[in-house]
């Protein structure tokens, strides 16, 4: 694929640099739309059908981050905060990591975009068929990989253990659920291989039901075997949902590619999809710095008082929840983007990009107000049950207010980093700003474990990811598609302000009132009123705009007038 050019003044300019490929995408668009391929412009059809892609998809991610919800209640009922759920936190760090590595982070960066790229040839009708060559040129190279992963990891679990968290009081116990895990090294794998190939032909609904089917199999595990096994019934549960993750997407991956193979209606030779060293090799370095972040919080957590990793945990896990909601709509579009691209239409990839990220930051950024503003109610009707104590609500809610803090940064670099490898090519800048903020994340928690504990960790993490997010939103003009980063910023600093007002608003109401219940019940809704009028005022991500779109068949209704004024 041609290098993109670079720092376009205009749309006009963006079209005559673009004509060829533009004229490639929109021929093949023709002859390949429908369901698989969707269309190749922000069409009306293209825009309901992402907006329903997004909105199922989003259905079934609440439905796996409340299942992830549950999960944790699960382990906090049987084990609390305790040196048992410290030691199952560092095994689940080698599925943490391969869901990084190889679900969200690594695989799909690299894999979208290069499926993008085959269905593209497919649809010009490229000899061999590139869909089929992708396929056959990397899923049995990856498996062998994986699977040898997984030995070492079995083999390596006793070594492995104290590097992750040397301070634990029974590395034994952690060594075991490791063991226990290590299979979702290639379950993941695989899982991953399938979601990046069902998006790519636009297809949602069976990789958003992967979290449901590994939290389902984790609860099922703990509820059946917790009394005989102890912890280690949830690092099973992990091991059987990681089969359970591939087993919900092959059915509908096969009838894609089997699909895809009975239209296909070769024409001309063509070279082989682009999937080369450079790019597995970025690709794999950014999601390791980005989840490096988990790593030095469970490594300074380690060496404080039991439990410290297990509260880190919990407010992680809540506080997350907005993150992946709004970064759903970066997932849906991510192919539609990888594609813009592939086609050479630059002028619909910047426009999607800079609308995207203001609305992404909106979404969360309503989450984030409501989480700060009722952490303690918010903790304790979630977990304080069974060996989760008071002592344990009140430690985590404070961590969880802390790293809320930066979970405008996590989304941010969650989205920003699709974006630099949706050119399908090597892109080494934010490897390098993601290395940066590790970096920063480890000194800054280096020095602020001592005197403050689990909450200097989590501000050392909300410190670090808002650099890097700060680092890549400065250099996205240049190294990707010609954008204004300006006009982002601005667009950001609107909701921004909005959640600032709105969590005052939330925290005053809730902490009025002694029922946890009803303090986060008005607490949230207040923060969500306030957020709603304050972003309407400021007109954020277009707020007016939607209100009046909303608004205007209640207000047909009431008059009477025909759709179309006739």
């Avoid at 008082?305 to 997350?320: D, E, F, M, T, W």
């Avoid at 303690?376 to 008071?390: C, H, K, V």
């Avoid at 474990?449 to 890097?468: C, D, E, K, Q, R």
């Amino acid at each position: 694929m041609s290098p993109l050019p670079s720092a376009p003044q205009d749309a006009a300019q963006d079209a005559a640099q673009d004509t060829a490929p533009l004229r490639r995408g929109r021929h093949a668009a023709r002859r390949g739309a429908g369901k698989d391929t969707a269309p190749g412009t922000d069409s009306t059809a293209s825009r309901r059908f992402l907006a329903k892609a997004t909105l199922l998809s989003s259905a079934l991610m609440a439905a796996g981050s409340v299942l992830g919800l549950g999960r944790d209640q699960a382990l906090a009922h049987f084990f609390g905060a305790s040196s048992d759920t410290d030691a199952f936190l560092v095994a689940w760090t080698v599925p943490e990591m391969a869901a990084t590595l190889l679900i969200e982070g690594g695989m799909a960066f690299a894999l979208v975009p290069a499926f993008s790229i085959a269905l593209a040839r497919r649809a010009e009708g490229a000899v061999p068929d590139p869909v089929r060559a992708l396929i056959t040129a990397t899923l049995p190279r990856l498996c062998l990989a994986l699977a040898a992963v997984c030995a070492l990891v079995v083999a390596g679990a006793p070594l492995l253990v104290p590097l992750l968290a040397p301070g634990l009081p029974d590395p034994s116990l952690a060594v075991d659920c490791t063991r226990l895990t290590a299979s979702s090294v290639l379950t993941f794998g695989v899982a991953g291989y399938c979601s990046a190939a069902l998006r790519a032909h636009r297809s949602y609904l069976a990789p958003a039901a992967v979290s449901v089917a590994l939290n389902v199999a984790i609860i099922t595990a703990m509820l059946a075997f917790a009394d005989d096994w102890g912890v280690r019934s949830a690092a099973l549960g992990v091991g059987i949902g990681g089969y359970l993750m591939v087993a919900v997407q092959a059915p509908a991956l096969w009838r894609r590619l089997t699909r895809g193979q009975q239209e296909y209606a070769p024409t001309q030779a063509s070279g082989a999809v682009p999937l080369g060293a450079a790019l597995i090799t970025t690709v794999l370095l950014c999601a390791l710095f980005r989840q490096a972040q988990v790593l030095i919080e469970r490594f300074f957590g380690a060496g404080l008082p039991a439990g410290a990793i297990s509260h880190l945990n919990y407010a992680q896990k809540v506080a997350q929840v907005p993150m992946l909601l709004a970064l759903m709509l970066s997932v849906v579009t991510f192919p539609v983007l990888a594609q813009a691209i592939a086609q050479g239409d630059l002028h619909r990839a910047r426009h999607r990009i800079e609308r995207d990220l203001v609305l992404i930051a909106s979404l969360v950024l309503v989450g984030a107000a409501v989480i700060v503003a009722c952490a303690p109610q918010i903790i304790q009707l979630l977990f304080q049950r069974g060996a989760f104590t008071a002592a344990d609500t009140a430690a985590t809610a404070s961590v969880m207010r802390v790293y809320t803090l930066g979970i405008l940064g996590h989304t941010l670099v969650g989205a920003l980093v699709r974006i630099y490898f949706s050119t399908g090519r090597a892109a080494w800048f934010p490897t390098v700003v993601t290395a940066a903020g590790m970096a920063a994340t480890a000194g800054l928690a280096a020095w602020a474990v001592v005197p403050y504990g689990a909450p200097g960790i989590a501000g050392a993490n909300a410190a670090g990811i808002t650099l890097t997010a700060l680092l890549l939103l400065h250099g996205l003009g240049s190294h990707t598609v010609p954008v204004s980063v300006r006009r982002i910023a601005a667009g950001i600093a609107k909701p921004l302000l909005a959640a600032v007002g709105a969590c005052g608003a939330g925290y005053v109401c809730a902490a009025s009132l002694s029922s946890p219940p009803a303090a986060l019940a008005a607490g949230g809704a207040v923060a969500t009123a306030a957020f709603t009028l304050l972003a309407l005022l400021l007109d954020a991500a277009g707020a007016r705009s939607l209100a009046h779109a909303a608004l205007l068949p209640v207000r047909r209704s009431l008059t009477g007038k025909p759709r179309h004024g006739r």
